[in-house]
């Protein structure tokens, strides 16, 4: 029987997908990726990813606030985040995190302090989403960008009672090393397949069993040879055959490895 992957970070409640939702489960399907993980990017996104893990057998949820939004989130998400974690579907909280990467201009009138602003509100939500994890007994599942340090200072105190995966993982090897010592996972993109990607694969060099997942990030960063084009679950084969060239093995024991993984990382997973 061909290997099973799953992809655990797709954003199928993106208007990218709305028109063809049903074709691409089916592809995912024929490509035996039998698991695949809708990620929410603020409340309203989260209870869409719910509402497509109802509706499909094999998509699951993780509800949360994406710090490049922010923003527009309310001042205290954790009742309402709370709510959505104790569906059955949900497996996780997120993504959250800190991104110094994609900060805003700030427009004429608009405070001086803005990106200061922002990555405060980023920092709060951050402590909520952690703080409702650990209530809820979920993992979570992290964004970082340009903002390595930071994120690990806000999470370290919580991992007595929560993990994170580091979602997209693009920081190398040393920087694996460090997530992967307090006990987090990392987790690989199309980003993998991509020829100038060389601290990526470091990263996935050294990152032993158990440690790593694969996904899309959906509808972004499509794997060779796709690239550039809108990405979907089923591509996650292409992350999977640059896995294995990396960890010289067969795609059946990667498929053992990562989906291991993300079964221990998200038990709600079955
Ligand atoms: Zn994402």
């Given at each position: ?5 799953y ?5 199928l ?9 049903a074709?691409l489960l089916?592809?995912?399907?024929a ?14 996104s ?5 509402r ?24 205290d ?10 569906h059955?579907?949900?497996v996780?909280?997120g ?14 009138g ?12 980023q920092?709060?939500?951050?402590h909520?989403?952690l ?15 340009a903002?390595?340090?930071?994120t ?6 919580y ?5 994170g995966?580091?979602h997209?993982?693009v920081?190398?090897a040393v ?11 990392v ?7 991509f ?5 990526v ?35 996650v ?17 990667l498929?053992a490895?990562?989906?291991g ?10």
């Amino acid at each position: 029987m061909a290997p099973i992957f799953y992809d655990t970070h797709a954003h199928l409640d993106f208007p990218d997908f709305e028109s063809d939702i049903a074709e691409l489960l089916q592809r995912a399907k024929a490509a035996n990726v039998s698991r695949i993980i809708g990620i929410g990017t603020d409340l309203e996104s989260s209870r869409r990813a719910i509402r497509l893990a109802e509706a499909h057998e094999a998509l699951f949820a993780v509800v949360g606030w994406h710090p490049n939004h922010a923003s527009e989130a309310p001042d205290d998400i954790r009742d309402e985040l709370a709510k959505l974690a104790a569906h059955p579907k949900v497996v996780a909280i997120g993504e959250t995190g800190i991104d110094r990467y994609r900060l805003p201009a700030p427009a004429p009138g608009q405070p001086s302090d803005l990106h200061e602003m922002i990555l405060r509100k980023q920092t709060r939500l951050f402590h909520q989403q952690l703080e409702v994890a650990c209530a809820a007994g979920l993992n979570c599942v992290i964004h970082q960008r340009a903002a390595f340090e930071e994120t690990l200072a806000v999470l370290t105190p919580y991992l007595d009672r929560t993990k994170g995966v580091f979602h997209c993982f693009v920081d190398g090897a040393v920087a694996a090393r460090r997530v992967l010592s307090l006990g987090c996972l990392v987790s690989f993109t199309g980003i993998l397949t991509f020829k100038s990607a060389v601290d990526v694969r470091a990263s996935l060099e050294m990152a032993s069993p158990g440690t790593f997942m694969l996904e899309t990030d959906c509808p972004f960063l499509a794997p060779v040879p796709y690239r550039g084009k809108r990405c979907e679950p089923s591509y996650v084969l292409h992350t999977a055959d640059a896995a294995a060239q990396v960890k010289h093995t067969d795609l059946q024991a990667l498929s053992a490895m990562t989906c291991g993984a993300a079964h221990s990382f998200f038990p709600k997973l079955g």
